[in-house]
């Protein structure tokens, strides 16, 4: 009773307290909700273009406070293992589109849960490297040879092992070696291996290499067309006669690729605010020119094994949040945050505010206005015992109830006239009763 009797009278101080420990509760929420400033992101085998990639995020987002820490993977495979374990730490990856998929039998969708694009980056060409004496075409070329085909866990194994059982030839190959591109790249130019398959960039350095010595040729797919039929996630690019040495007319025709898209991929619980960031990155790092794309191709709102992330679709449609353009990142994802809180919080308080001093006033009056009308029943009461159809003592007894209620009301200074008036009314009605018991008898 006694809690029932506080909040009755102290309603209003109770709503604005439940409504101020509302919103820092809320604000509580925000702030361990904040980005985080250090993530970890998973790049490449060392030495290749996605760990060059990762070198250029790493500066790109250390201008907005935020530590990029290196991880480097065997390839794609590992890679995006390493981003479905929550337990590894790394939430933001590069790895090649489809190769996934193809290393699981096509269900990628089901090993990729958990895990958001943001956009494809770059065109990344499969590059069939040979010993320049060695002839053969298509699959023939590969028959009785040592091929490198990439390391455990890397997308250009998952490729190549796939290209070549389609062809059928896992019986005529000479061997399969699981070595990295470096690697491969060393031993093909000193002759102790005849092919190098390698899944990389065209600027990746043991590409250019690779093109500018005399020792090596570059093969083309000749089936390109039917397996890009087969494999939606390739693309068919074109290398063109003379890109590398015209001069020299290197190479002497053009050479028809394979290419995936690499993905920019992260944890899907990564913060909106990190995304935006990479975002903004991915569109400083990715959006140049090169001998497969025209400029600003890339960073390109696709999505492959994965879906697009909200944020990435956001981004694409209408750029980043204005907020990020004029404050740091940590304070725009704040801010933003209190735009939605307060949106649903003004819509309540503005008319809580508006009509508060309204309902207040009506339940300060009301108190006093309950005891007038008891007072006027009293009236009505002692006009009936007057006529001598009731009890008068009945009448004084409950006026003197209801004078002690008066006295003991408490309401705000405001409101003591009405108080102090309603206490002469009283006293005009006790007035009334005692010329009414003096009046002589008829």
């Avoid at 992101?41 to 060392?46: L, R, V």
């Avoid at 191709?297 to 353009?325: C, N, Q, T, V, W």
């Avoid at 009945?394 to 209801?402: G, K, N, Q, S």
Wanted: overall charge neutral; hydrophobic content about 45%.
């Amino acid at each position: 009773m006694a809690i029932r009797a506080f909040l009755h009278h102290h309603w209003p101080t109770v709503t604005i307290a439940v409504t101020a420990a509302a919103i820092g509760c809320a604000a509580l929420v925000m702030l361990r909700n904040m980005p985080p400033h250090r993530i970890v992101m998973a790049t490449g085998p060392e030495g290749s273009a996605y760990e060059e990639d990762g070198k250029r995020y790493q500066a790109a987002l250390a201008k907005a406070g935020v530590e990029v820490q290196l991880r480097s993977t065997a390839g794609s495979v590992e890679t995006a293992e390493l981003l479905r374990d929550p337990r590894s730490g790394v939430s933001v990856g590069l790895i090649q589109g489809g190769v996934v998929g193809v290393m699981h039998g096509g269900g990628g969708g089901a090993n990729t849960a958990g895990l958001e694009s943001l956009g494809t980056v770059a065109y990344e060409p499969l590059w069939w490297f040979r010993r320049r004496e060695n002839e053969g075409v298509g699959a023939d070329g590969l028959r009785g040879r040592k091929i490198a085909i990439g390391p455990p866990g890397s997308g250009t194994r998952a490729l190549s092992l796939e290209l070549i059982k389609r062809n059928g030839m896992e019986r005529q190959v000479g061997e399969l070696l699981a070595l990295g591109p470096r690697e491969a790249a060393e031993k093909l130019k000193a002759g102790e291996i005849d092919v190098a398959f390698m899944m990389t960039s065209w600027d990746a350095p043991v590409v250019q290499e690779l093109l500018a010595d005399e020792r090596v040729a570059l093969s083309g797919f000749p089936h390109a067309d039917a397996v890009v039929a087969l494999y939606p996630f390739l693309t068919k690019v074109i290398v063109p006669r003379g890109v590398t040495d015209l001069t020299r007319d290197q190479p002497p025709a053009d050479v028809t690729l394979m290419a995936t898209k690499t993905i920019l991929v992260v944890r899907a619980d990564l913060h909106p605010a990190i995304q935006y960031l990479l975002l903004n990155a991915a569109r400083e790092i990715h959006s140049g020119p090169s001998i497969f794309n025209h400029a600003n191709a890339f960073p390109a709102a696709e999505a492959i094994d994965m879906p697009l992330s909200g944020e990435a679709a956001r981004f694409y449609k209408s750029g980043p949040p204005f907020l990020h353009d004029y404050f740091p990142f940590w304070m725009a994802a704040l801010l933003g945050k209190l735009m939605i809180l307060l949106i649903p919080i003004l819509g309540v308080l503005y008319p809580m505010m508006r009509f508060l001093p309204a309902l207040y006033d009506w339940a300060m009056r009301s108190k006093v206005l309950r005891m007038y009308g008891e007072l006027r029943l009293l009236e009505d009461e002692m006009a009936h015992a007057r006529g001598g159809g009731g009890d008068m003592r009945e009448v004084i007894t409950r006026l003197d109830r209801l004078e002690e209620q008066a006295n003991h009301l408490r309401v705000p200074l405001a409101y003591a006239s009405e108080l102090y008036m309603l206490r002469n009314h009283i006293e005009l009605v006790r007035e009334g009763v005692r010329k009414q018991a003096e009046k002589p008898a008829e």
